[in-house]
């Protein structure tokens, strides 16, 4: 298994954000990086929202989905700047915002000015008045998703991209420069069957957020068709805290993979950014990134 870094600060969402990162900034979003980069982290997340409007809730977060999310493009290319190895995911992008090629052109930048440490995870996106206000279609945005992804599939490691689909088609054209992956890895957000389903059918890997594991169990058993390689990456229930209770950190983590997940991305108790360092620390002291590996799949293929 491996284990990301759930980044602090970049998002502020109700019951969820320490006090300490209402008034923190880059400063201390670098700080975490930096040190989850020395680490041997996977990855560092930044997610996307627009223009949230305010007391929007979801089964997810009754309490309410926050309102600050700071832009993932901008976020991630000054952490490009900082960091030598550790990976950018966008957690998520939503497709219905952006245009494929737009998507193509910017990331693809990105992971070229980063040598190829890109990760774009996308979602369909569930905030109906956030799509009205972008001037966004919401009724049909499931397929519009769908030929997005299989958009981006085609254009994002290629100066002549082409492609022909339902909703976006293009040909004869340049998008310079492009990613220098061969293939980024894209992975689908969403809980539900149906967003599996496009994960296992479009993409690379699955972002199911931290649903429960008996659910996660069960779910990827109905698809053991999932192709090589394919990463689960979903958290846990609750912060984690090794620094004074790594043995429920450990059991958390091996519960985790023994269901199915792949990656993990660690979101720590912390109650200031130095905590929080301290709290990477001594995850990456428990050694859990070389010894939680999955059993032989137990779900697919």
Same mark, same amino acid.
């Given at each position: 298994?491996?284990?990301?870094?759930?980044?602090?600060?970049?998002?502020?969402?109700?019951?969820?954000?320490?006090?300490?990162?209402?008034?923190?900034?880059?400063?201390?979003?670098?700080?975490?990086?930096?040190?989850?980069?020395?680490?041997?982290?996977?990855?560092?997340?930044?997610?996307?929202?627009?223009?949230?409007?305010?007391?929007?809730?979801?089964?997810?977060?009754?309490?309410?989905?926050?309102?600050?999310?700071?832009?993932?493009?901008?976020?991630?290319?000054?952490?490009?700047?900082?960091?030598?190895?550790?990976?950018?995911?966008?957690?998520?992008?939503?497709?219905?915002?952006?245009?494929?090629?737009?998507?193509?052109?910017?990331?693809?930048?990105?992971?070229?000015?980063?040598?190829?440490?890109?990760?774009?995870?996308?979602?369909?996106?569930?905030?109906?008045?956030?799509?009205?206000?972008?001037?966004?279609?919401?009724?049909?945005?499931?397929?519009?998703?769908?030929?997005?992804?299989?958009?981006?599939?085609?254009?994002?490691?290629?100066?002549?991209?082409?492609?022909?689909?339902?909703?976006?088609?293009?040909?004869?054209?340049?998008?310079? =420069?492009?990613?220098?992956?061969?293939?980024?890895?894209?992975?689908?957000?969403?809980?539900?069957?149906?967003?599996?389903?496009?994960?296992?059918?479009?993409?690379?890997?699955?972002?199911?957020?931290? =649903?429960? +594991?008996?659910? +996660?169990?069960?779910?990827?058993?109905?698809? =053991?068709?999932?192709?090589?390689?394919?990463?689960?990456?979903?958290?846990?229930?609750?912060?984690?805290?090794?620094?004074?209770?790594?043995?429920?950190?450990?059991?958390?983590?091996?519960?985790?993979?023994?269901?199915?997940?792949?990656?993990?991305?660690?979101?720590?108790?912390?109650?200031?950014?130095?905590?929080?360092?301290?709290?990477?620390?001594?995850?990456?002291?428990?050694?859990?990134?070389?010894?939680?590996?999955?059993?032989?799949?137990?779900?697919? =293929?």
């Amino acid at each position: 298994m491996r284990l990301g870094v759930s980044t602090p600060v970049v998002v502020k969402v109700p019951g969820l954000t320490a006090e300490w990162e209402d008034t923190a900034g880059i400063a201390e979003i670098t700080l975490v990086a930096e040190h989850a980069d020395r680490l041997g982290f996977h990855f560092l997340t930044c997610s996307e929202h627009i223009a949230m409007p305010r007391g929007i809730h979801s089964p997810q977060l009754p309490q309410g989905r926050g309102t600050r999310y700071w832009d993932p493009l901008a976020t991630l290319s000054w952490l490009a700047a900082r960091t030598k190895s550790i990976r950018l995911l966008t957690n998520v992008l939503v497709l219905g915002y952006h245009h494929p090629l737009a998507i193509a052109k910017r990331y693809g930048t990105l992971d070229r000015m980063s040598s190829g440490r890109v990760n774009l995870g996308l979602g369909v996106g569930t905030a109906e008045e956030e799509f009205r206000t972008l001037g966004a279609a919401f009724e049909d945005r499931g397929p519009r998703a769908d030929d997005a992804i299989r958009a981006l599939r085609a254009a994002l490691s290629q100066v002549e991209p082409e492609y022909h689909g339902e909703f976006y088609d293009f040909a004869g054209l340049v998008v310079d =420069p492009c990613a220098v992956q061969e293939r980024v890895p894209l992975w689908v957000g969403g809980h539900s069957r149906r967003a599996l389903r496009r994960a296992v059918t479009l993409a690379d890997g699955w972002l199911p957020g931290a =649903p429960d +594991l008996q659910t +996660l169990r069960t779910m990827l058993a109905e698809h =053991p068709e999932r192709p090589a390689g394919f990463e689960v990456v979903s958290g846990v229930h609750g912060a984690l805290d090794p620094l004074t209770d790594p043995d429920r950190v450990e059991e958390a983590l091996h519960a985790a993979a023994a269901a199915g997940v792949t990656m993990v991305p660690f979101r720590p108790v912390h109650r200031s950014v130095q905590h929080y360092l301290e709290q990477l620390e001594a995850v990456a002291g428990l050694g859990v990134f070389e010894a939680l590996v999955p059993p032989e799949d137990p779900t697919g =293929p």
